[in-house]
């Protein structure tokens, strides 16, 4: 039986290293240092935030430039609401989170446990890898299964084929009800075990997963679920891969350890366990929404439940390989979380007290997240307008503006560098993944005004192995937005050079920053070697090595 530790994924140079040795940093002297920049930020954030609505009211602006500096200061509302929303995080868990080690010791029961992996027209390549890794958790009470909602006829027989082999339980829905919370909730009518672990079909989880975590449910029966990092391994040769994981340690590192100080940590719906009677009690996994885990969590809390974040890597997966499947998945998540934010709108109305305060500042945070595709239009919008329209969204002196938007600028990053230099991660590699999330914002958009409106779209699962690109007809908008911002700096230049003020300056500054972030996008849109399918445990047919 392996004996493989937990793992926490580095994506800088593709290896894997000890999760303690790799915290260490965040227990050094440098924490204090942390707090006082995040302390600092927030006084920034609130004097520019003061600057701000000064310069709202000043009494200059004509109708068509109030329009524009109302769409700016909601843009700058939401970045500084969401800037707030990290610095916060980053002191509660500095303050309030306590890493809970690992179990050495195993327990003297082991509770049932059903562990499903859930699938849609997967890779049998890669599924496969999955099931061999589940199969050879070290945890005696398991009862596997396979929840394949595949429409293709001929797929669905080799994946059924693999589920035999390696020990599942194999089963097919034909209506698809909910898709894979409703694929969960129709297994639950029929399982008898007390906690159920679920994988996505690309997430393979190491021997001890379940000896892990199961054992903090049983000290905690008001425990609905505990939750492990998400991360990707395929992140060495791949761009798209590597920026997509840097996105997710971001969120995974003190955001949810943030929100698990304030009991506001929502399931992820892979490598989490669940207590199953918890989801019982709440008529099981919500099926409305395409990112199912969300909404489940909202639920749960709202009736009372706990949950916890367990911020130990002991599953790794697959990160998307093609913008194509980048934009897919945002798209989904996007999809899912706005309008799950739109119906906690009406839950805070109708019913204020289910939640704590910082609870629904959590979800708040979490549900709006991806308005950010309007936001960054609205930003990038703004410095043209000015440029070749003579359009004035910010009426205020220059040195007023640089004197209140630096220090809030400089202590922000500062604090959000710092923080994640503690956790050992590049400040090059989260540029990278801050400039592949910059290229979705037309995707994003789509997804808030779907919503809105609600339009429906298909179901689509984030396409892996696949390492195609984009025709540059799909990237219209951020060409489009590359050329016109390249118009407003020529024009800006010769304004600036005519006398015009340092405002014009500025603004030439951020079209600049706009054109830098939204060219990546052609760095990204390439065909790269898809993902190898490489096993990691070799398994023969009812024998576990």
Not at 74 to 102: D, N, P, Q, W
Not at 428 to 455: E, K, P
């Amino acid at each position: 039986m392996s004996t493989e530790k937990d793992v926490f994924i580095d994506a800088d140079k593709g290896k894997t290293t000890g999760p303690l040795e790799a915290k260490k940093g965040s227990k050094s002297s440098g924490l204090s240092v942390l707090v006082v920049l995040a302390l600092i930020a927030i006084i920034g954030v609130s004097l520019y935030l003061v600057f701000r609505g000064i310069a709202f009211l000043n009494p200059g602006y004509n109708w068509l430039d109030r329009l524009f500096a109302t769409l700016l200061l909601i843009a700058e509302c939401f970045l500084l609401m969401h800037t707030i929303g990290y610095i916060s995080s980053v002191i509660r868990s500095v303050k309030g989170y306590r890493t809970i080690e690992e179990h050495f010791f195993t327990s003297a029961s082991y509770p049932p446990t059903a562990v499903v992996v859930a699938s849609y027209n997967e890779d049998p390549e890669i599924l496969e890898e999955t099931l061999i890794s589940v199969s050879n958790l070290d945890y005696p009470a398991k009862k596997l299964y396979l929840l394949d909602d595949s429409t293709n006829q001929k797929l669905r027989q080799r994946i059924e084929e693999l589920s035999k082999k390696y020990g599942f339980i194999y089963v097919h829905r034909e209506n698809r009800r909910g898709y894979k919370g409703g694929a969960i909730n129709d297994l639950m009518g029929s399982i008898t075990e007390k906690y159920m672990a679920v994988f996505d079909a690309d997430q393979k989880p190491l021997p001890n997963f379940l000896n892990q975590t199961i054992s903090l449910l049983e000290e905690n029966p008001k425990l609905a679920f505990v939750q492990t990092p998400q991360f990707y391994h395929n992140t060495e040769k791949n761009p798209i891969a590597f920026g997509a994981a840097y996105q997710q340690v971001v969120f995974y590192e003190y955001i949810c350890e943030g929100k698990n100080v304030s009991n506001a940590v929502f399931s992820c719906g892979s490598n989490v366990v669940y207590n199953v009677d918890a989801l019982r009690s709440v008529g099981g996994f919500e099926e409305k929404f395409v990112t199912e885990d969300f909404a489940t969590g909202l639920k749960l809390h709202m009736h009372g439940w706990k949950s916890l974040y367990y911020n130990y890597v002991y599953a790794y997966g697959l990160g998307p390989e093609s913008l194509p499947a980048y934009f897919t998945q945002q798209m989904r998540w996007a999809l899912g979380t706005i309008g799950i934010f739109k119906k906690m709108l009406a839950y805070i109305l109708r019913k204020p007290r289910a939640l704590r305060l910082e609870q629904w500042w959590e979800y708040s945070l979490s549900g709006s997240y991806y308005g950010i595709g309007w936001v960054n239009f609205i930003l990038m919008l703004c410095p043209i307008a000015f440029l070749l329209f003579d359009i004035r969204p910010l009426i205020a002196e220059p040195r007023f503006y640089i004197a209140a938007f630096l220090p809030y600028f400089i202590f922000a990053m500062s604090t959000f560098y710092f923080s994640m230099r503690q956790r050992g991660y590049k400040v090059r590699s989260l540029l990278v993944g801050q400039s592949l999330g910059f290229s979705t914002f037309w995707v994003l958009m789509n997804a808030a005004i779907m919503v809105l409106f609600n339009i429906k779209r298909p179901f689509g699962v984030t396409p892996k192995g696949v390492a195609g690109k984009l025709k540059l007809k799909y990237l219209l908008p951020q060409i489009l937005l590359i050329a016109v911002s390249a118009a407003a700096i020529v024009v800006g230049i010769d304004k600036f050079l005519a006398g015009h003020g340092w405002a014009i300056l500025i603004s030439v500054l951020w079209a600049f920053y706009h054109i830098c972030m939204l060219s990546m996008v052609f760095y990204f849109n390439r065909t790269f070697k898809p993902h190898e399918w490489k096993p990691v445990y070799v398994q023969t047919p009812g024998i576990q090595t």
